[in-house]
């Protein structure tokens, strides 16, 4: 006993030194440009103004990509011509978006009506790990039926894309608030 009493008070001793605290938690400051935006200028039935600090992709059939590089996403557009089909159209969109409740925490739905332009639409926010954080249909529910889908190209952590998801949220609701249809 009288061996190991030296050697617990040398413990003591030697463990005994300034207090080790905590690493207070970071958060990730990231700022973006106040947006400007610019009326699109490819020929298709629709037009609407889209971000400056983003990139157009030309797609066939009359589909875009609106690239985002700083936050390496993509908002996917698809249009397609309503031949006595928009039921269908709007069921394959909800369809998409509820396919992602496998991972999202939360889909939260809200409708858009602009009746003077007859753009009809819903934009569903996607909370979670899902692989799509924003989905929307715009239609003018007799000829022109339009669907986006924003992704990014990471693996999903809703945590680190939420700030961006925010950011191109607004250009999403920019989009719908200027779209208009070409007859």
């Known amino acids: 006993m009288r061996k190991l009493i030296p050697v617990l008070l040398t413990f003591f001793m030697v463990s005994c030194g300034d207090d080790t605290l905590p690493k207070p938690k970071a958060f990730l400051s990231l700022t973006y440009a106040k947006p400007t935006y610019k009326k699109l200028p490819l020929q298709r039935p629709y037009v609407f103004e889209y971000s400056s600090e ?3 992709k030309d797609e066939a ?5 609106v690239l985002y590089p700083k936050q390496k996403a ?3 557009i698809t249009y397609r011509v309503i031949d006595k089909n928009l039921k269908e159209l709007l069921t394959e969109s909800e369809k998409l978006v509820f396919k992602h409740t496998v991972k999202a925490e939360q889909i939260v739905s809200n409708n858009y009506v602009d009746a003077e332009k007859k753009v009809y639409g819903t934009l569903h926010e996607i909370s979670g ?3 799509s954080q924003i989905q929307f249909h715009i239609t003018d529910s007799v000829t022109h039926f339009m669907k986006g889908a924003l992704y990014f190209k990471t693996r999903p952590n809703f945590d680190s894309v939420l ?6 949220k607004k250009d999403i609701l920019h989009l719908m608030e200027t779209l208009k249809w070409k007859k």
């Open 61 to 65: 059939n009359n589909w875009l990509k």
């Open 74 to 76: 993509s908002l996917d």
């Open 129 to 131: 790990n899902a692989a």
């Open 54 to 56: 983003s990139l157009l």
């Open 163 to 168: 700030p961006a998801v925010d950011y191109i």
